[in-house]
C-alpha cells in the first residue's frame, strides 16, 4: 500500500525568502508523484507531477520539486516565497500499476510573512 | 469552460436525514473520485468510479453511497447512518491513464446540526 508522509504541520517563511515544504513517500515501484494547493473554502489546484525523467521538476507560479530515489522524497521548493503562496500544500502518490487512485498527505500549512 | 461543478457550496443537515450532494464534470474524464477533508487529516477517499455503471469503495465508504449513471456525474449519498459527516467533500475527475492528474471540484461544506 502506498502512503505519503508531510513531517510539517506549518511552515513560517519570510518574503522573498526560499521555501521548502518537505514530503516522503512509501509505493511499491517507480512513484507517480504530485503536488497540490489548496486555498481556504475552495479545491485544490494541481501544481506539478513527477512521472519519469529529470529529477526536477517544474509547475506553476515558479514552484518545482525535486525527486530523489534514494531518500525516497519530493520536497516542493520556490525560490523566493510571496505572501499570496500562503496556503495549504499536498503531497499525493500513486503506484505506477493499475488505476490505483490518489493517496494524499494531510497537507502542510505555508504562512509567508511579509 | 470545462471542470467541474458541486453543488451546493454549502449544506445544512439535521441529524437523520440523507443528502445527496452534486458533482458534474464536462471534461469527458472516465474516473471520478470523492474525498472527504477535515482538518489536519489530509484528503481520505469515500468512494471513485473509472467507468460508468461501475464504482469501488475507498477507504472510508461507511454510511455514504454513490452512482455513475452518465459518465458527467458522480452524486454521493451522505445516508444516517454516517456518524460525523460535518466535513468538506471534494469531487474529482482524471483521464484514465497512468500520469493523468486529478481534477477537482470547489468543494460542498456539509454541516450537521
Known amino acids: 500500500a502506498q502512503s505519503v508522509a508531510q513531517p510539517e504541520d506549518q511552515v513560517n517563511v519570510a518574503e522573498g525568502n526560499p521555501l521548502t515544504v518537505k514530503c516522503t513517500y512509501s509505493v511499491s515501484g517507480n512513484p507517480y508523484l504530485f503536488w497540490y494547493v489548496q486555498y481556504p473554502n475552495r479545491g485544490l489546484q494541481f501544481l506539478l507531477k513527477y512521472i519519469t525523467g529529470d529529477n526536477l521538476v517544474k509547475g506553476s507560479y515558479g514552484f518545482e520539486a525535486e525527486f530523489n530515489k534514494s531518500q525516497t522524497s519530493f520536497h516542493l521548493k520556490k525560490p523566493s516565497a510571496l505572501v499570496s503562496d500562503s496556503a495549504l500544500y499536498f503531497c499525493a502518490v500513486r503506484a505506477p500499476s493499475g488505476n490505483t487512485p490518489l493517496v494524499f498527505g494531510k497537507g502542510t500549512r505555508l504562512s509567508v510573512i511579509a | 469552460d470545462g471542470g467541474i461543478t458541486q453543488s451546493p457550496k454549502y449544506l445544512f443537515r439535521k441529524e437523520g436525514q440523507n443528502v445527496t450532494l452534486s458533482c458534474e464534470q464536462n471534461l469527458n474524464h472516465d474516473a471520478m473520485y470523492w474525498y472527504r477533508q477535515d482538518p489536519g487529516q489530509g484528503l481520505r477517499l469515500i468512494y471513485y468510479s473509472q467507468i460508468v455503471n461501475d464504482f469501488q469503495k475507498g477507504d472510508i465508504a461507511e454510511g455514504y453511497s454513490v452512482s455513475r449513471e452518465k459518465k458527467e456525474s458522480f452524486p454521493l449519498t451522505v445516508t444516517s447512518a454516517q456518524k460525523n459527516p460535518t466535513a468538506f467533500y471534494l469531487c474529482?475527475?482524471?483521464?484514465?491513464?497512468?500520469?493523468?492528474?486529478?481534477?477537482f471540484g470547489e468543494g460542498s461544506r456539509l454541516t450537521v446540526l
Open positions: 474529482a475527475s482524471r483521464i484514465v491513464a497512468y500520469t493523468g492528474e486529478l481534477f
